[in-house]
C-alpha cells in the first residue's frame, strides 16, 4: 500500500511538473501576452479553447493554427502566426491545452 501510495504522489508529482514545464513554453514563445489559462484575454482562455474541442481529433489542425495564425472562430481579433516556435514546442504547447478539460 505504501508503494502505491508513494508512486501516486510521484506521479502527481511529475505531471506538476510537467504542467509547469508546458506553461514555460507558452511564456518562452509569448501566448501568455494574448492566452490565460482559466480567463479570456485577448484571445480564448486555454480551458475554453479545451472545453470547445474536447473529444475531438483537433490537434494537428491547432498545431496549424499557431504557427500559421488565424481568425474568425473566436472572434474579430486575429491571431498572429507564431512560425518561429520549434514544431515539437507547438505539438507540446497544443497538447498540454487540450488536456486543460
Known amino acids: 500500500m505504501k508503494a502505491l501510495i508513494s508512486a501516486l ?3 502527481a508529482a511529475c505531471a506538476a511538473f510537467q504542467a509547469q ?3 514555460a ?6 501566448c501568455l501576452a494574448c492566452h490565460q489559462v482559466d480567463k ?9 479553447i479545451a472545453k470547445k474541442y474536447k473529444g475531438q481529433n483537433v490537434a494537428a489542425k491547432l498545431e ?3 504557427k500559421k495564425g488565424g481568425s474568425g472562430v473566436w472572434g ?3 491571431m498572429p502566426p507564431n512560425a ?5 514546442d507547438i505539438k ?6 487540450l488536456k486543460m478539460n
Do not use: M, R, T
Open 84 to 88: 518561429a516556435a520549434p514544431d515539437a
Open 40 to 48: 479570456k484575454l485577448v484571445g480564448p482562455s486555454y480551458k475554453d
Open 64 to 66: 496549424a493554427k499557431v
Open 21 to 23: 514545464a508546458d506553461e
Open 76 to 78: 474579430p481579433v486575429p
Open 25 to 30: 513554453l507558452a511564456k518562452k514563445h509569448n
Open 92 to 97: 507540446k504547447l497544443v497538447a498540454w491545452i
Open 9 to 11: 504522489a510521484a506521479c
